[in-house]
């Protein structure tokens, strides 16, 4: 579905279902460099679950017109936009990494606008290295590299895929080659400039999902301690196989966890 | 933190998609030998036929074993993910009907796999799908040939049998200036000595027969996807609707809002595996596994081999030429040292002096090599191409292809060199004796 956000271009997959005014609707939020795809099999299993599936291409992302928003705070503030374009009044909120920091910010921001957040590989801080953040200022190849190396588990990194026939680190590259340039870069200083977790997290009044990869190197899970400590009665998952690209390691154990967090 | 270091070749070649089997240890691949699977419920088969959960269902989609082959060629090729087909042909049949309907054109290399020919050239014409042939070398024959109701451009990475070298990055460009999509047959470089995706090329295919199973014990092909090309691009985008229009056939589902990367993949799995059937059984998988975790020493020694006996060739006054690029006579010379620099494989041809008799009394004098259909054995083999596998094709056809009558194709496998080379100089004397 292409949506019109602030006069650009939005891309949202949908699951190829119609939106149904009566059925919730779920966003899922991308990480860095990524796109809707990411969500494959959470978000078609809920688009042909009862719900209406809003898995966006973030600004400057996929198919969505640029440019980028800067940071997380931009991104937060652009949710209700979002919303408002697809005649939602109401949202749960699925992000990963990046997307998670959105949702979070949003969820504090907006209060009367998230129903519920789903937080998938989040940290706060989210510190970023200088020599992935310098690969990628410059447009490196080998920032995707860092990336790939650091985002799947060690046992990961040689494949096997729940998915048959889809090599994952490949994929991961392929999709990264794919984002336009700088976008990456700008994706990754929104994460590590972002500052305010521990007091967005203070402020959430709505149910919180958490779900860290035990094998997490880009956002280890001692990170996400003090995010989980500061989430008032948030639920939390831990994946014992995955690293930070947990959808795609353990895509059931991330569809099953949301399912169980999403009424 | 430790930057991370991409894994080599060698590695992949024995890990890649492959763990210990999470229900008993196992640490070979397992071969699951079973039709299908059983749904934990109601609900999971549900999803599991709407494709909103990963696993298996039936062995003619997809299947346990098959899929570890499956990651690992996608993996040593540098793609997004592959599907394991019952054969070579098979393979380029699935590339070919998941982007081509009726009135669709392909643009292809003139030297080409007999096989391959004959499906481009009589079969799929009377399905509506035409092929214009060029020379592999002429770029602007190339770019002339290109119609708005072509789909796709192909060709080999070393032709078939005269080892003409596609000059992939420049093919790629072409296809790619006209919003189209490159595939090529990489059946006798392997990964091992070219991965076309590193060069523009999009897709991928292997008669998996040949040097990756290595021992000409299994029938099978793999299919490749380097997930670069963007079908959603403006001018790819109406070129090919069963990528980008909804699927009647399976939830109207638009493959390209499914996955930016494999989308060409999942309609081939989701449509032309399922509907076609021309899967891969679960024991073929696991022998190619076997073969491919030895690859990179194999097609080491296939190259050496091949270099020592081209050499012997080449010196020999029965023999009026020799095909093989490393050659500074080979027209690709150049080419060649450019996108094959570990070597040119260990398939060539080369000119007998003399009559038809003559080359008769050569094959059939070798001992060492088998005279049979085949190449990418560990045996060596030889054949006679004119009167064997592109015997259809008329006179004319045969030189644009580059076979003469007295062209002779070898396979060089891992004997010692110097027993191969004393098997053809006894042939060859023989072949003297009889003019």
């Known amino acids: 579905m292409l949506l019109r956000v602030d006069g650009r271009t939005v891309y949202a997959y949908t699951g190829a279902r119609p939106r149904v005014p009566s059925q919730p609707t779920i966003v899922f939020l991308h990480g860095a460099a990524q796109d809707h795809g990411v969500w494959a099999w959470q978000s078609r299993y809920f688009a042909h679950h009862a719900r209406n599936v809003l898995a966006v291409d973030l600004p400057g992302h996929g198919r969505s017109d640029g440019p980028v928003l800067a940071s997380v705070e931009a991104i937060a503030e652009w949710m209700p936009t979002l919303l408002d374009a697809a005649n939602a009044t109401t949202a749960t909120l699925v992000g990963h990494s990046l997307g998670a920091l959105a949702a979070l910010q949003c969820a504090a921001m907006h209060p009367s606008r998230v129903e519920r957040i789903a937080l998938i590989g989040p940290a706060a801080p989210m510190t970023v290295s200088d020599d992935l953040l310098d690969a990628a200022r410059r447009d490196d190849h080998a920032a995707y590299e860092m990336i790939n190396g650091w985002s799947f588990s060690p046992a990961r990194q040689l494949g096997g895929n729940a998915v048959p026939g889809l090599w994952m680190t490949g994929n991961s590259m392929r999709l990264m080659e794919r984002s336009a340039p700088g976008a990456l870069a700008a994706d990754l200083t929104a994460c590590h400039a972002y500052t305010n977790g521990l007091a967005a997290a203070a402020a959430v009044r709505c149910p919180a999902l958490v779900v860290i990869g035990r094998r997490d190197i880009m956002a280890p899970p001692k990170n996400a301690a003090a995010l989980i400590a500061a989430l008032p009665g948030a639920r939390v998952v831990e994946l014992r196989l995955s690293g930070h690209s947990l959808m795609t390691e353990e895509p059931d154990a991330v569809l099953d966890a949301l399912r169980a967090f999403v009424p | ?435």
Not at chain 2, 24 to 31: E, H, K, N, S
Not at chain 2, 122 to 141: H, K, M, N, S, W
Request: with cysteine.
């Open chain 2, 1 to 435: 933190m430790a930057k991370p270091r991409g894994t080599h070749l060698d590695t992949l070649s024995l890990h890649a998609g492959a763990r210990p089997d999470p229900a008993t240890g196992a640490r070979a691949t397992p071969i699951y030998q079973s039709a299908s699977f059983v749904f934990e419920d109601t609900d999971h088969a549900a999803a599991l036929f709407d494709m909103a959960r990963p696993g298996y269902v039936y062995s003619r989609i997809s299947n346990p074993t098959c899929a570890v082959l499956e990651e690992r060629i996608a993996a040593l090729e540098g793609g997004v993910g592959a599907i394991a087909t019952a054969s070579g042909q098979a393979a380029l049949h699935l590339a070919l009907v998941t982007l081509l309907s009726a009135g669709s054109h392909v643009v292809a290399s003139r030297a080409l796999y007999g096989g391959s020919h004959n499906l481009l050239d009589y079969t799929l014409p009377r399905f509506g799908i035409e092929t214009t042939f060029v020379d592999a070398r002429d770029q602007d024959g190339w770019r002339a040939a290109i119609r708005p109701e072509t789909r796709l451009l192909f060709g080999e990475s070393l032709g078939n049998p005269g080892l003409d070298v596609l000059d992939v990055p420049r093919i790629a460009a072409l296809a790619h200036d006209h919003g189209l999509p490159l595939l090529v047959d990489s059946t006798f470089t392997t990964p091992y000595l070219m991965q076309p995706f590193v060069h523009g090329a999009d897709l991928v295919f292997h008669s998996a027969t040949k040097f990756l199973s290595g021992h000409g014990v299994v029938i099978g092909g793999l299919l490749v996807d380097s997930g670069q090309f963007d079908w959603n691009e403006a001018r790819a985008r109406s070129k090919f609707p069963t990528l980008t229009e909804p699927y009647r056939g399976f939830h109207d589902m638009v493959f390209a809002e499914e996955s930016s990367t494999a989308a060409f993949l999942l309609r081939a799995r989701r449509e032309g595996i399922r509907d076609f059937g021309a899967c891969m059984a679960p024991f073929t998988a696991f022998q190619i596994l076997q073969g491919i975790e030895t690859l990179p020493l194999r097609m080491a020694r296939h190259v050496e081999n091949a270099r020592r006996v081209v050499e012997f060739l080449v010196a020999h006054p029965l023999v009026a030429a020799v095909g093989y690029p490393e050659l500074e006579t080979h027209p690709d010379h150049a080419l060649a040292a450019r996108l094959l620099p570990k070597g040119c494989g260990a398939v060539f041809s080369f000119e007998l002096k003399g009559t038809r008799a003559q080359g008769r009394t050569f094959i059939e004098s070798l001992r060492l090599f088998s005279h049979l259909a085949n190449v990418g054995d560990a045996k060596s083999l030889v054949i006679h191409p004119a009167s064997t596998t592109h015997y259809r094709m008329s006179a004319d056809e045969l030189a644009k292809a580059g076979i003469a009558e007295g062209t002779i194709r070898l396979s060089i496998g891992l004997e010692h060199p110097d027993d191969l080379i004393e098997d053809l100089s006894r042939a060859l004397y023989a072949a003297g004796k009889a003019a």
